[in-house]
T-cell receptor
């Protein structure tokens, strides 16, 4: 079992809909969670981070964290075709001494006009 | 805002050659991370440096080495290149006491 898991997709949603991306992690002590967006052939771009249980909103993006269930999600409201990309969940695992991030495999999102 | 700078952006090498990738972190960021991303894969952590000292080591082959210099830029040295080393190599940086990592544009290495 991977330490950070995501459904690889593709997740297809119509333009204007809400896209829901999910991620689970195995290390219960993990404290920091990040969502990166990566367009094909480009570098990962940090779009959200969350440290506390609950919701965190930034524009059209909402990150949700449930440490009891070891689950973090990203909601994208009013999805646009330009949101089509791979979304990487990254976790700073508690059992790591330093600040390395462990990535999930990514979920490919396709927003159809 | 200034971003992470990586050079070169593209590099083509033959098997058994050596390569050096460079990374210039965002100003006032003192921690640098190197990741390798193969086709269709997620980024895999290689190594990181904080204040010019190695802080973490991931799945970095013994053929690779890296260092961080006094101006905080970092170099990844790769020797005896193999076909399987063909990948995107990303550098990321973060400021002190932060887990937020900002990625550079990457170097695409092709080994023929």
């Amino acid at each position: 079992q991977k330490e950070v898991e995501q459904n690889s997709g593709p997740l297809s949603v119509p333009e204007g809909a809400i896209a829901s991306l999910n991620c689970t992690y195995s290390d219960r002590g993990s404290q920091s969670f990040f969502w990166y967006r990566q367009y094909s052939g480009k570098s990962p771009e940090l779009i959200m981070f969350i440290y506390s249980n609950g919701d965190k909103e930034d524009g059209r993006f909402t990150a949700q964290l449930n440490k009891a269930s070891q689950y973090v999600s990203l909601l994208i409201r009013d999805s646009q075709p330009s949101d089509s990309a791979t979304y990487l969940c990254a976790v700073h695992l508690y059992n790591n001494a330093g600040n390395m991030l462990t990535f999930g495999g990514g979920t490919r999102l396709m927003v159809k006009p | 805002a200034a971003g992470v700078i990586q050079s070169p952006r593209h590099l083509i090498k033959e098997k058994r050659e050596t390569a050096t990738l460079k990374c210039y972190p965002i100003p006032r960021h003192d921690t640098v991370y190197w990741y390798q991303q193969g086709p269709g894969q997620d980024p895999q952590f290689l190594i990181s440096f904080y204040e010019k000292m190695q802080s973490d080591k991931g799945s970095i082959p013994d053929r690779f080495s890296a260092q961080q210099f006094s101006d905080y830029h970092s170099e990844l040295n790769m020797s005896s290149l193999e076909l399987g080393d063909s990948a995107l190599y990303f550098c990321a940086s973060s400021p002190s006491f932060s887990n937020e990592q900002f990625f550079g544009p990457g170097t695409r290495l092709t080994v023929l």
